[in-house]
Nanobody
Framework: QVQVVESGGGLVHTGGSLRLSCAAA?????????GGWYRQAPGQERELVAT???????NYADSVKGRFTISRDNRKTTMYLQMNSLKPEDTAVYYC??????????????WGQGTQVTVVG
């Protein structure tokens, strides 16, 4: 089954850091061409957090600029969201969205299962 698998959420105190991962599956076949991270807090709509293009150009929501960094590993099989200086308002379920590619085939868009990030204090 072609999918992306998220990991890395958890509970952290204000000012702390977390790194979220979004891995293409199966890694032996697919790479992440482009993608992004989104989040949804209780009672709110899902919002864009950060994106990365095929060429590695990144874009961030104003609320996370300077604190969050989106990246991919060298093999482009995993996409990351490094979150520093976390605030209580960053509390949400975080979702990755990725365009998975393999040679001679069209891109497949997949959403991760979501991972909870809770910032306290």
């Amino acid at each position: 089954q072609v999918q992306v698998v998220e990991s890395g959420g958890g509970l952290v105190h204000t000012g702390g850091s977390l790194r979220l991962s979004c891995a293409a599956a199966p890694k032996s076949i697919f790479t992440i061409d482009r993608g992004g991270w989104y989040r949804q807090a209780p009672g709110q709509e899902r919002e864009l957090v950060a994106t990365v293009t095929s060429d590695g150009v990144t874009n961030y929501a104003d609320s996370v600029k300077g604190r969050f960094t989106i990246s991919r590993d060298n093999r482009k099989t995993t996409m990351y969201l490094q979150m520093n200086s976390l605030k209580p308002e960053d509390t949400a379920v975080y979702y990755c969205n990725a365009a998975l590619i393999r040679p001679f085939d069209r891109a497949l868009e997949r959403w991760g299962q979501g991972t909870q990030v809770t910032v306290v204090g």
